[in-house]
T-cell receptor, first 120, second 112 residues
Framework: GAVVSQHPSRVICKSGTSVKIECRSLDFQATTMFWYRQFPKQSLMLMAT?????????EQGVEKDKFLINHASLTLSTLTVTSAHPEDSSFYIC????????????????FGPGTRLTVL | RKEVEQDPGPFNVPEGATVAFNCTYS??????FFWYRQDCRKEPKLLMS???SGNEDGRFTAQLNRASQYISLLIRDSKLSDSATYLC?????????????FGKGTKLSVKP
């Protein structure tokens, strides 16, 4: 299966600092990457859709100025949590969709291993 | 009403048991359906897609009832390694974005 990596896997930071999370598709090109957030015992919630070479599309309630997304290439998208606060502590997961594939796998997303963010 | 609803469980079953999970979705325009598996503190991984005709992959059988907006997953001959949270996922966009809507998941614990 396709491989998606995330870095870092875990980060602990002080309130007010910014944290950058990288998402890479290692063996395929992804025009579209997605960023999700999962709080304990909650479902994954889509934060934004990242398209290579264009601005990200944010879901309702997600502040685009706080969660900066850059999709500079077909294999890399970054999420920067600016001025992080304790309520931003969560499990951030990216996913990537193949540029092209079989019809039945068109909507299959390959997930990164996630980044656990703890803001003190 | 939540877009995708699942019984959170937990389902505690002995090895070898057959267990079934159900899921309902609210958007009748949903076009693609999946079951994902998520282990504790890990990312979700695709278990199987769900097709209108129903489909089987080894010990796993998925069914879709569009009229009732209902999806099921049946696991036969449960293994200890099946212990995980099973996420029902739908995509009602179907277009270029392909946004996935996740249920909260059903937790399965298979005991020896």
């Amino acid at each position: 299966g396709a491989v998606v990596s995330q870095h870092p896997s875990r980060v602990i930071c002080k309130s007010g600092t910014s944290v950058k999370i990288e998402c890479r598709s290692l063996d395929f090109q992804a025009t579209t990457m997605f960023w999700y957030r999962q709080f304990p015992k909650q479902s994954l919630m889509l934060m934004a859709t990242s398209n290579e070479g264009s601005k990200a599309t944010y879901e309702q309630g997600v502040e685009k100025d706080k969660f900066l997304i850059n999709h500079a290439s077909l294999t890399l998208s970054t999420l920067t949590v600016t001025s992080a606060h304790p309520e931003d502590s969560s499990f951030y997961i990216c996913s990537a969709r193949r540029l092209a594939g079989e019809i039945r796998s068109y909507n299959e997303q390959f997930f990164g291993p996630g980044t656990r963010l703890t803001v003190l | 009403r939540k877009e995708v609803e699942q019984d959170p469980g937990p389902f505690n079953v002995p090895e070898g048991a057959t267990v079934a999970f159900n899921c309902t979705y609210s958007n009748s325009a949903s076009q693609s359906f999946f079951w994902y598996r998520q282990d504790c503190r890990k990312e979700p991984k695709l278990l199987m897609s769900v097709y209108s005709s129903g489909n089987e992959d080894g010990r796993f059988t998925a069914q879709l009832n569009r009229a009732s907006q209902y999806i099921s997953l049946l696991i036969r001959d449960s293994k200890l390694s099946d212990s995980a949270t099973y996420l029902c996922v739908v995509n009602h966009d179907g277009g270029s974005q392909g946004n996935l809507i996740f249920g909260k998941g059903t937790k399965l614990s298979v005991k020896p």
